[in-house]
């Protein structure tokens, strides 16, 4: 992508500020969200007159990989069977993705294919996706650890359940006892 500045996007600096209000977060490159809010086949064109090919997929890429990294890692110190594990995979099911962004009301930000009157299924979950990856990807700055940390957040911010207080793991714990 050519573009440089928040300035040359179409739509622009309203649409990316309102939603890193909502999720939390304010991006040192706010092109990544904006990217992050363009739905595959809306081809959003920049001032430079490219297309975005694929829309926000490849952000959804990272976020994906990324939200089952987060998960895992606060998985693994509960000290739980896999089976947990495997259990609280329905976190980053589409269903829940989707649920997420409805309750985020997230909709009023994307940018839509042509012609698409509602934001489609698929691309509900893939923003969610995309939004976790785009915050890693601008808080890393070359530290992925700081770039894990702001997804978390934001994450938490969506309500992203994971793993969060010792509560929970107790519960955990408890369920996979009476299980055996």
């Known amino acids: 992508m050519k573009l440089q500045r928040i300035s040359e996007l ?35 064109v920049l001032a430079a007159g490219d297309g975005l090919p694929g829309g926000h997929k490849r952000l959804a ?46 909709g009023d930000f994307v940018t839509r294919a042509a012609g698409a009157s509602e934001v489609a299924a698929a691309v509900k979950s893939a923003t969610v996706e995309a939004i976790i990856g785009a915050v890693f990807l601008d808080a890393s700055g070359g530290n992925p650890g700081a770039g894990i940390a702001a997804a978390t957040k934001v994450a938490e911010k969506l309500e992203i359940a994971v793993f969060k207080d010792a509560s929970e793991v107790a519960a955990l714990r408890e369920a996979q006892a009476t299980s055996d």
């Open 10 to 44: 179409k739509p622009g600096l309203s649409q990316v500020r309102a939603c890193e209000i909502k999720i939390g977060y304010v991006f040192n490159n706010p092109l990544l969200l904006w990217e992050a809010l363009q739905a595959d086949g809306a081809w959003t």
């Open 61 to 106: 890429i990272v976020g994906d990989r990324l939200l089952e990294l987060l998960l895992v890692v606060t998985w693994y110190p509960t000290l739980t069977h896999p089976r947990v594990y495997e259990g609280s995979r329905k976190v980053t099911t589409n269903a829940n993705l989707i649920a997420i962004f409805d309750r985020a009301h997230l």
